[in-house]
């Protein structure tokens, strides 16, 4: 709406460096602070996605009056969103619309040209579609008093006749045939809210590039942290196809260094390495949501992966026929009584159990030969040498 202040949160790849940026709209009368909005957002962050998620006008800690907005006024709250991106960093080219949302990103993208992808989560085909959440009682009294105050999840919300006025302006199939852009279709076939017919009105609607993706089990909110997680999953790997990723100089991939974070909820952290990305996590027995490995496994797997690399290498500088290498590593803490005296107490140490298994037709002498180069690869020697580690606070 014009002349209001909208809500906004940009968030960033831990790394600092997005190579594309992505505007999120929530669903209808929801706020940008819904988890679900935020596991997915996490998700393109990992994908060197920056995600910029707003609250319309009057919803969340937008201003304004929201009995005076309109599906209208949603599209230029986008389109306002947008401009902010564009001045302060760059045009958006993804899109990402939630419920209503979805049919709002859809309209928005026709007046962005730096757009590439769309991708919607539980959308009406048509806009109209939203005011059967209204209710008959609801309708007629709005059509009879020209407003009337609606509960949508439990909260009370006054509905205008010009808002139900303003969703059949839309013409929901012409906006889905000349989109013009990569679409991306997530619906649950239990959607109560939303029935997945709609999703499929949209589809046979829509021309290629479109895919379809059933969020089988999931509800309109994706509440379920697993459902979200996965969504953001399907859509970071997704719009990587339409998204394609710029070329970063040697200098730039220098200046980038291993980076992690997490917020104040759970142990689910992101990691940036270059232009990689990773989750690690905890177990469930220990609070995580197991959505990656722990940091012993990820260090694992770092002695894991270097030992199969210097054996190849050696192997191949020799022309020993290693044809394959595979290397397991366990990592353990056991109570080292021989290296505690009576006066303390026992010392834990770490113990990296690792198996070597090597297919060709190697000697025996090129077998042993390998295993002793085994503990020559540069992460078993560093975990053998003093290591000294530097921290400091930055702002």
Same mark, same amino acid.
């Given at each position: 709406?014009?002349?209001?202040?909208?809500?906004?949160?940009?968030?960033?790849?831990?790394?600092?460096?997005?190579?594309?940026?992505?505007?999120?709209?929530?669903?209808?009368?929801? !706020?940008?602070?819904?988890?679900?909005?935020?596991?997915?957002?996490?998700?393109?962050?990992?994908?060197?996605?920056?995600?910029?998620?707003?609250?319309?006008?009057?919803?969340?800690? !937008?201003?304004?009056?929201?009995?005076?907005?309109?599906?209208?006024?949603?599209?230029?709250?986008?389109?306002?969103?947008?401009?902010?991106?564009?001045?302060?960093?760059?045009?958006?080219?993804?899109?990402?619309?939630?419920?209503?949302?979805?049919?709002?990103?859809?309209?928005?993208?026709?007046?962005?040209?730096?757009?590439?992808?769309?991708?919607?989560?539980?959308?009406?085909?048509?806009?109209?579609?939203?005011?059967? &959440?209204?209710?008959?009682?609801?309708?007629?009294?709005?059509?009879?008093?020209?407003?009337?105050?609606?509960?949508?999840?439990?909260?009370?919300?006054?509905?205008?006749?010009?808002? &139900?006025?303003?969703?059949?302006?839309?013409?929901?199939?012409?906006?889905?045939?000349?989109?013009?852009?990569?679409?991306?279709?997530?619906?649950?076939?239990?959607?109560?809210?939303?029935?997945?017919?709609?999703?499929?009105?949209?589809?046979?609607?829509?021309?290629?590039?479109?895919?379809?993706?059933? &969020?089988?089990?999931?509800?309109?909110?994706?509440?379920?942290?697993?459902?979200?997680?996965?969504?953001?999953?399907?859509?970071?790997?997704?719009? !990587?196809?339409?998204?394609?990723?710029?070329?970063? !100089?040697?200098?730039?991939?220098?200046?980038?260094?291993?980076?992690?974070?997490?917020?104040?909820?759970?142990?689910?952290?992101?990691?940036?390495?270059?232009?990689?990305?990773?989750?690690?996590?905890?177990?469930?027995?220990?609070?995580?949501?197991?959505?990656?490995?722990?940091?012993?496994?990820?260090?694992?797997?770092?002695?894991?992966?270097?030992?199969?690399?210097?054996?190849?290498?050696?192997?191949?500088?020799?022309?020993?026929?290693?044809?394959?290498?595979?290397?397991?590593?366990?990592?353990?803490?056991?109570?080292?009584?021989?290296?505690?005296?009576?006066?303390?107490?026992?010392?834990?140490?770490?113990?990296?159990?690792?198996?070597?298994? &090597?297919?060709?037709?190697?000697?025996?002498?090129?077998?042993?030969?390998?295993?002793?180069?085994?503990?020559?690869?540069?992460?078993?020697?560093?975990?053998?040498?003093?290591?000294?580690?530097?921290?400091?606070?930055?702002?």
């Amino acid at each position: 709406m014009q002349g209001e202040t909208l809500s906004a949160r940009l968030s960033l790849p831990v790394d600092q460096h997005p190579f594309a940026f992505a505007l999120f709209a929530h669903c209808f009368t929801c !706020s940008s602070s819904l988890r679900a909005v935020r596991e997915i957002s996490q998700a393109l962050n990992l994908a060197g996605i920056g995600v910029l998620r707003f609250d319309f006008t009057g919803l969340g800690a !937008s201003e304004g009056d929201f009995s005076a907005t309109n599906f209208s006024s949603n599209i230029s709250d986008l389109l306002s969103a947008a401009e902010w991106l564009n001045e302060h960093h760059q045009s958006p080219s993804l899109l990402v619309g939630h419920s209503l949302g979805g049919a709002a990103v859809i309209c928005a993208a026709h007046q962005l040209e730096s757009v590439k992808a769309v991708a919607t989560l539980g959308a009406p085909f048509d806009p109209a579609h939203v005011s059967h &959440l209204l209710g008959e009682e609801g309708k007629a009294q709005i059509l009879k008093d020209g407003q009337a105050t609606i509960d949508i999840g439990g909260r009370p919300f006054t509905i205008r006749k010009q808002f &139900l006025d303003d969703l059949g302006n839309y013409g929901a199939k012409e906006h889905i045939a000349h989109l013009d852009r990569a679409l991306l279709i997530l619906h649950s076939p239990q959607d109560r809210t939303v029935s997945i017919d709609e999703a499929a009105k949209a589809y046979h609607a829509a021309r290629h590039p479109k895919s379809f993706v059933s &969020l089988d089990g999931a509800d309109h909110l994706l509440t379920n942290p697993a459902d979200s997680h996965y969504a953001g999953q399907v859509i970071a790997g997704w719009s !990587s196809r339409y998204l394609p990723r710029p070329a970063s !100089s040697e200098k730039d991939l220098k200046t980038r260094q291993v980076a992690a974070r997490l917020g104040d909820q759970g142990y689910t952290t992101e990691i940036m390495v270059r232009h990689h990305h990773l989750t690690a996590d905890e177990p469930e027995s220990v609070g995580g949501n197991d959505y990656g490995p722990s940091p012993y496994e990820l260090l694992s797997a770092g002695l894991s992966a270097c030992t199969v690399m210097t054996i190849q290498m050696y192997a191949r500088r020799k022309k020993w026929p290693v044809e394959e290498v595979i290397c397991q590593v366990d990592h353990r803490k056991d109570y080292a009584t021989d290296m505690a005296d009576a006066e303390s107490r026992p010392i834990k140490v770490d113990h990296f159990d690792r198996k070597l298994k &090597l297919k060709g037709p190697l000697t025996s002498e090129q077998t042993q030969r390998i295993l002793e180069i085994a503990d020559r690869c540069p992460v078993h020697r560093t975990l053998h040498e003093e290591v000294v580690v530097s921290t400091e606070m930055v702002d």
